[in-house]
């Protein structure tokens, strides 16, 4: 199988729709797309999605659709550079561990006023996994989904 690539590149309804062969990545995978298209005479858009990966067509390709907003417009007769990147995404989130336990800030002992955090110090470690998962697709605002980031897509252990 060959590795993800662009194979086409259609304007429609303003938009810039790249369309990826993802051929090496499993059905249901969450994938992040990014990078951007652009042309010689200034076309521009950038690219930055998270989806998953749909089932195979029938010959055994996989492909994805990637939709992004020129912020310069693209001109016929001319070529389209793309470049991309696609892998999985994950979430971790890190504590420190608790004192006493190597994070590189033992005997620091500094009060600040109430609601302003302590800056991390050299040395200061978070290397305690309190969870961990894969990142949900992203979604259009307009179709009714929440876009990444708006809340959390993964579920605390």
């Not at 004192?99 to 006023?113: A, I, K, Y």
Request: no cysteine; proline share 10%; aromatic share 8%.
């Amino acid at each position: 199988m060959p590795p993800p690539w662009v194979k086409k590149v259609t304007i429609k309804e303003k938009q810039i729709v790249l369309t990826v062969q993802a051929d090496e990545f499993r059905t249901g995978e969450n994938l992040e797309i990014s990078g951007y298209a652009t042309q010689n005479s200034g076309g521009f858009a950038v690219v930055n999605v998270i989806q998953a990966v749909p089932k195979p067509n029938p010959d055994d390709t996989v492909d994805m659709y990637v939709t992004a907003s020129p912020s310069r417009p693209f001109k016929k007769g001319e070529a389209v550079t793309v470049v991309l990147r696609a892998g999985p995404v994950w979430v971790s989130v890190l504590e420190e561990p608790p004192t006493g336990q190597g994070s590189g800030s033992e005997g620091v002992n500094v009060r600040l006023p109430q609601g302003q955090p302590e800056s991390a110090e050299e040395g200061t470690t978070w290397n305690v996994i309190t969870s961990a998962a894969y990142a949900a697709p992203s979604y259009m605002e307009d179709d009714g989904h929440q876009p990444t980031g708006s809340e959390a897509s993964f579920q605390a252990d």
